[in-house]
């Protein structure tokens, strides 16, 4: 699965998050709703499109703090 299989909102949010990964490796969803390809991205389908990046593994919830934290990843073809 490539970035090509991703709607729209999808590809976006994962720019985004690969734009502003920490050096910690993790990114804040405050950060990805305020990013410039995001910005008219409603909240509900914002969450939905994050949601489905998990299942497809492009990102995953870390697991060392609190909520709101993804990773990025490079999901196995």
Known sequence: MGLQDLSTVERDIYYAA???TTSAGAVK?????EHA???N???PTFFRAL???QGKGYL???KNSVR???IVKVPAR
Do not use: A, F, N, P
């Open 18 to 20: 690969s734009d502003h």
């Open 60 to 62: 995953e919830q870390c």
């Open 68 to 70: 709101g934290y993804y």
């Open 29 to 33: 969803t405050t950060l990805l709703q």
């Open 51 to 53: 949601k489905s990046l």
């Open 41 to 43: 991205v409603s909240r």
């Open 37 to 39: 390809l995001l910005e």
